[in-house]
Nanobody
């Protein structure tokens, strides 16, 4: 059972940046796609970004394209989500997940506990 721990969330002003990290407990991290999802208050969880197990292909939701960058380091069993030009509508709990999919959360088997990102206007 892979365990995931997110970190790096916090409070930032609009236009600012944050870098989220996701640490996995097992080396099998490198065999899964890594995804980031978020859930704002009163809304359903939504896809943010994903990267294939090899790191060769990245996917982004239209709402974050050009502002967020996903990456991974399989040697360290870690992944990151660099978030720039943050907007108040980016406020949410952010989750990292491991699975075989890209944008569909149903294809992710392992989830972290989430980290809060709050963007003030």
């Amino acid at each position: 059972q892979v365990q995931l721990v997110e970190s790096g969330g916090g409070l930032v002003q609009a236009g600012g940046s944050l870098r989220l990290s996701c640490a996995a407990s097992e080396r099998t991290f490198s065999t899964y796609n890594l995804g980031w999802f978020r859930q704002a208050p009163g809304k359903e969880r939504e896809f943010v970004s994903a990267i294939t197990w090899s790191g060769q292909t990245a996917y982004y939701a239209d709402s974050v394209k050009g502002r967020f960058t996903i990456s991974r380091d399989n040697a360290k069993n870690t992944g990151s989500l660099q978030m720039n030009s943050l907007k108040p509508e980016d406020t949410a709990v952010y989750y990292c997940a491991l699975g075989v999919g890209a944008g569909s959360e149903r294809r992710y088997a392992y989830w972290g506990q989430g980290t809060q990102v709050t963007v003030s206007s």
